[in-house]
């Protein structure tokens, strides 16, 4: 996981924000922000949610598979957020 190992390494000198589909650098992450869209009043908003504890498992399980995420991706998630 080089990206993610140089990113670590970055962050340790510098604010670093990284917007990303990985699920593995993801889960690297000292913070997790989940950013959505949505039509509201014939307007768009967007929306930025801190995600933490099993939030931001399930958020990183999405991005291994699917919405909603299956076992086996909830399980994996897990184990990439404790590989820090």
């Not at 498992?57 to 291994?64: D, F, G, K, N, R």
């Amino acid at each position: 996981m080089k990206m993610g190992d140089l990113l670590t390494k970055m962050a340790s000198e510098h604010q670093l924000i990284v917007i990303t589909h990985s699920p593995q650098i993801a889960a690297r992450a000292n913070r997790h922000f989940y950013v959505s869209k949505s039509p509201e009043n014939g307007e768009v908003r967007t929306r930025v949610q801190m995600l933490e504890g099993e939030d931001r498992i399930q958020a990183i399980a999405v991005m291994l598979s699917t919405d909603p995420p299956t076992s086996s991706a909830i399980a994996n998630a897990r184990e990439l957020v404790t590989l820090d």
